[in-house]
């Protein structure tokens, strides 16, 4: 249990750790539904290629969508490139930079799924033994084209009656497993390259412009996360305040009139509650966190925020 | 659950650390991959040496490759080779011992592989069981057979179902000599791997350590120092995040109709604190610069000089190029008091 709370540690130290985790976990997961799934090709000379070709690609479909709602960062995405500018200007780098690592990290467990699925080979088997050229193998002379269609969709079924003990089923099967194989390593060199230069060949272009938009991203990721924290704190505060009040204004109606002068905080208490203390300021503030975001500019004097704020008012609806 | 603890702090002290671990899981995943993957000799003429010969190599590759797309320092190395001079100067001996060191760690997933593989025998089989010595092994005076024909029936030794020439050649007879050639090879890559490893180790003292361990240190500050930077900035950036909601919020709350404030402002120290850690980089323009001359113009690596530039400022470079502080030669008189 310690060593799942330390490695759980580890991954939580950052939002990217976070995200390579959950990215290893699909890829894993999709390992192990391939090797627990029970591929079962139906042997008829019309649905084998949609069956095969179906388990090739439907599941890492899936695997994507998955990794897209898995991933946090992309409702940070959307909200970042749909919010009014207010403000704050939008830099659609960042909404590039953030949408490809988000597409790039989706994008490894179905990766992982086509691979694995080629390096096995029953798919490709499946799919395209009703397509290959009778004529290179043994064992189809004297039969009509019919017969010949039925007998190479049965080649996947090894226990079939027909198919059993034909020489030419063996040697078909490895015929496309060996071309399965073949595609999938050269799919998995493909990628690797292309991963290879493009991590080697990023500082080459504009780099300057790369950490800019790298920080403001991650900054944007973590303004969501505090700005969070700080409406648990204050809604904790208020909730916790408007609970008192209802049980003083119980006992004593006397006491109600106390809470509109300044009340002393405790001694060592931590205001949460900053001043917004009822519904409509409440959600005052959580419409214009909204539609006008603060400009990143933390010398401002309140007055300019104040005057700023109160002109975007007028064009909340 | 503690040594567990102690490996992995240690593993990650350093980015060389860090690499060795993954040099080594891969090596291990490359052994699994290998007796995980369903090797599977086509038995035809043309495709056989294919296969093989693909079997062997591509993997390797992959491995190689991925070996350098897993090293965090690929992407330093190329930076560090990118950037322009600025204030720095650039040392091609420190870029070359970070390319040595990440290739050396690349390339021990792919040999594990190749060892496996010629041990094993299977690849080496199906890619020469054409070529194999019927006149030795066999029956070489076995006519009426067309050299297309015997090939056909040489390609399928390695599928054992599917063999019809026993009277050519008998099959466990060519399989033996197959795979005692195969492991013959790869007791031999194994050996020169060894050796050339330890002739790199042992030789090194031999051709200047000194530069060695300069281009060593050097190499090693600059991945800390990027981490460091890394660290410092996503500080920054929480920093400015909470500044910037709290004002926000103070915002709101000095707008609100009702004319007093109920709030007390977080106590002056608190806030002050806050922006100190900000380090005086306290808007998008600032920051932006900063980040930008990050990367045009890394500071030099003198600390106690003082810094005569303002910001982003751009110092002739012929001033701290090379810095060598001319000695002080002091005079000493003596008066005699006689």
């Given at each position: 249990?310690?060593?799942?709370?330390?490695?759980?540690?580890?991954f939580?130290?950052?939002?990217?750790?976070?995200?390579?985790?959950?990215?290893g976990?699909?890829?894993?997961?999709?390992?192990?539904?391939?090797?627990?799934?029970?591929f079962?090709?139906?042997c008829?000379?019309?649905?084998?290629?949609a069956y095969?070709?179906?388990?090739?690609?439907?599941?890492?479909m899936?695997?994507?969508?998955?990794g897209?709602i898995?991933?946090?960062?992309?409702?940070?995405?959307l909200?970042e490139?749909?919010r009014?500018t207010?403000?704050?200007?939008k830099?659609l780098?960042?909404?590039?930079?953030?949408c490809?690592?988000?597409?790039?990290?989706?994008?490894?467990?179905?990766?992982?799924?086509i691979?694995?699925?080629?390096?096995?080979?029953k798919?490709?088997v499946?799919?395209?033994?009703?397509?290959?050229d009778?004529?290179?193998?043994?064992?189809?002379?004297?039969?009509?084209p019919?017969?010949?269609?039925?007998?190479l969709a049965?080649?996947?079924?090894?226990?079939?009656?027909l198919?059993?003990?034909?020489?030419?089923?063996k040697?078909?099967s490895?015929?496309l497993k060996?071309?399965?194989q073949a595609?999938?390593?050269?799919?998995?060199?493909i990628?690797?390259?292309?991963?290879f230069?493009?991590?080697?060949?990023?500082?080459?272009?504009?780099?300057?412009?790369?950490?800019?938009?790298?920080?403001?991203?991650?900054?944007i990721?973590?303004e969501?996360k505090?700005?969070?924290?700080?409406c648990?704190e204050?809604?904790?505060?208020?909730?916790h305040?408007?609970?008192?009040?209802?049980?003083?204004?119980?006992q004593?109606?006397?006491k109600?009139?106390?809470?509109n002068?300044?009340r002393?905080?405790?001694d060592?208490?931590?205001?949460?509650?900053?001043?917004i203390?009822?519904?409509?300021?409440?959600?005052e503030l959580?419409k214009?966190?909204?539609?006008?975001?603060?400009?990143?500019?933390?010398?401002?004097?309140?007055?300019?925020a104040?005057?700023?704020?109160?002109?975007?008012?007028?064009h909340?609806? | 659950?503690?040594?567990?603890?102690?490996?992995?702090?240690?593993l990650?002290?350093?980015?060389?650390?860090?690499?060795?671990?993954?040099?080594?899981?891969?090596?291990?995943?490359?052994?699994?991959?290998?007796?995980?993957?369903?090797?599977n000799?086509?038995c035809?003429?043309s495709?056989n040496?294919?296969?093989?010969m693909?079997?062997?190599f591509?993997?390797?590759?992959?491995?190689?490759?991925l070996?350098?797309?897993?090293n965090?320092?690929?992407?330093?190395?190329?930076?560090?080779?990118?950037?322009?001079?600025?204030?720095?100067?650039?040392?091609?001996?420190?870029?070359?011992?970070m390319?040595?060191?990440?290739?050396q760690?690349?390339m021990?997933?792919?040999?594990?592989?190749?060892?496996v593989?010629?041990l094993?025998?299977?690849?080496?089989?199906?890619?020469?069981?054409?070529?194999?010595?019927?006149?030795k092994?066999?029956?070489?005076?076995?006519?009426?057979?067309?050299e297309?024909?015997m090939?056909?029936?040489?390609?399928?030794?390695p599928?054992?179902?599917?063999?019809?020439?026993?009277?050519?050649?008998?099959?466990?007879?060519?399989v033996?000599?197959?795979?005692?050639?195969?492991?013959?090879?790869?007791w031999?890559?194994?050996?020169?791997m060894?050796m050339?490893a330890?002739l790199?180790?042992?030789l090194?003292p031999?051709?200047?350590?000194?530069?060695?361990l300069?281009?060593?240190?050097?190499?090693?500050?600059?991945?800390?120092?990027?981490?460091?930077?890394?660290?410092?900035?996503?500080?920054?950036?929480?920093?400015?995040?909470?500044?910037c909601?709290?004002?926000?919020?103070?915002?709101m709350?000095?707008?609100?109709?009702l004319?007093?404030?109920?709030?007390?402002?977080?106590t002056?120290?608190e806030?002050?604190?806050?922006?100190?850690?900000?380090?005086?980089?306290?808007?998008?323009?600032?920051?932006?610069?900063?980040?930008?001359?990050?990367?045009?113009?890394?500071?030099?690596?003198?600390?106690?000089q003082e810094?005569?530039?303002?910001?982003?400022?751009w110092?002739?470079?012929?001033?701290h190029?090379?810095h060598i502080?001319?000695?002080?030669?002091?005079?000493?008189?003596?008066?005699?008091k006689?």
């Amino acid at each position: 249990m310690d060593r799942f709370r330390m490695i759980f540690q580890y991954f939580q130290s950052n939002s990217e750790s976070v995200m390579n985790g959950i990215c290893g976990l699909l890829a894993l997961a999709s390992v192990k539904m391939y090797t627990s799934f029970d591929f079962n090709c139906p042997c008829l000379p019309k649905y084998n290629m949609a069956y095969g070709l179906g388990i090739m690609f439907l599941p890492p479909m899936a695997l994507f969508l998955c990794g897209l709602i898995l991933n946090r960062q992309s409702l940070v995405m959307l909200e970042e490139w749909k919010r009014p500018t207010g403000g704050r200007k939008k830099d659609l780098a960042i909404i590039r930079y953030m949408c490809s690592s988000i597409m790039q990290r989706a994008m490894i467990a179905p990766v992982i799924w086509i691979i694995v699925t080629l390096l096995d080979g029953k798919c490709l088997v499946c799919a395209f033994s009703g397509s290959i050229d009778p004529e290179k193998f043994v064992g189809f002379a004297n039969v009509t084209p019919t017969q010949t269609q039925l007998l190479l969709a049965k080649v996947p079924c090894k226990d079939d009656e027909l198919m059993k003990n034909n020489p030419a089923r063996k040697a078909i099967s490895r015929y496309l497993k060996c071309w399965s194989q073949a595609l999938g390593w050269s799919v998995l060199l493909i990628l690797i390259v292309v991963a290879f230069l493009a991590r080697s060949l990023r500082p080459c272009f504009n780099q300057a412009a790369f950490l800019q938009t790298r920080y403001w991203s991650n900054y944007i990721d973590i303004e969501q996360k505090i700005f969070d924290e700080t409406c648990c704190e204050h809604a904790r505060d208020f909730a916790h305040k408007c609970i008192l009040h209802f049980f003083e204004s119980m006992q004593q109606e006397i006491k109600l009139r106390r809470f509109n002068a300044p009340r002393e905080e405790a001694d060592g208490e931590e205001d949460h509650l900053r001043g917004i203390t009822d519904q409509e300021q409440m959600n005052e503030l959580l419409k214009s966190w909204y539609y006008s975001k603060p400009p990143l500019d933390t010398n401002r004097c309140l007055k300019g925020a104040l005057s700023h704020w109160e002109g975007t008012k007028m064009h909340l609806p | 659950m503690d040594k567990f603890r102690m490996i992995f702090q240690f593993l990650q002290s350093n980015q060389e650390s860090f690499m060795n671990g993954i040099c080594g899981i891969m090596a291990l995943a490359s052994a699994q991959m290998y007796s995980a993957f369903d090797f599977n000799c086509p038995c035809l003429p043309s495709y056989n040496l294919a296969y093989g010969m693909g079997i062997l190599f591509v993997p390797p590759l992959v491995l190689f490759l991925l070996g350098f797309v897993m090293n965090n320092n690929v992407s330093v190395l190329a930076e560090e080779w990118k950037r322009p001079t600025g204030m720095r100067q650039k040392d091609p001996a420190v870029l070359r011992y970070m390319f040595c060191s990440m290739a050396q760690r690349a390339m021990i997933a792919p040999a594990v592989w190749i060892s496996v593989t010629l041990l094993d025998g299977k690849c080496f089989m199906c890619a020469f069981s054409t070529s194999v010595p019927v006149e030795k092994l066999g029956n070489g005076s076995y006519t009426g057979l067309s050299e297309k024909e015997m090939r056909r029936i040489l390609a399928r030794i390695p599928c054992k179902e599917i063999y019809n020439g026993q009277e050519l050649v008998a099959r466990e007879v060519a399989v033996r000599y197959l795979r005692c050639i195969s492991q013959a090879l790869g007791w031999t890559f194994v050996l020169l791997m060894t050796m050339l490893a330890f002739l790199v180790r042992a030789l090194r003292p031999c051709f200047t350590q000194a530069a060695f361990l300069k281009s060593k240190y050097w190499s090693h500050y600059i991945d800390i120092e990027r981490k460091l930077f890394d660290e410092t900035c996503t500080e920054h950036a929480k920093t400015f995040a909470k500044v910037c909601i709290q004002q926000f919020f103070e915002a709101m709350n000095t707008d609100m109709d009702l004319g007093h404030t109920h709030s007390p402002e977080a106590t002056p120290s608190e806030v002050g604190e806050e922006k100190e850690k900000l380090l005086g980089i306290t808007d998008q323009g600032t920051m932006n610069k900063l980040l930008k001359s990050w990367h045009k113009c890394k500071p030099p690596l003198c600390l106690h000089q003082e810094v005569l530039q303002n910001g982003n400022g751009w110092v002739e470079e012929n001033q701290h190029r090379n810095h060598i502080s001319l000695p002080k030669r002091e005079i000493v008189t003596y008066y005699s008091k006689v």
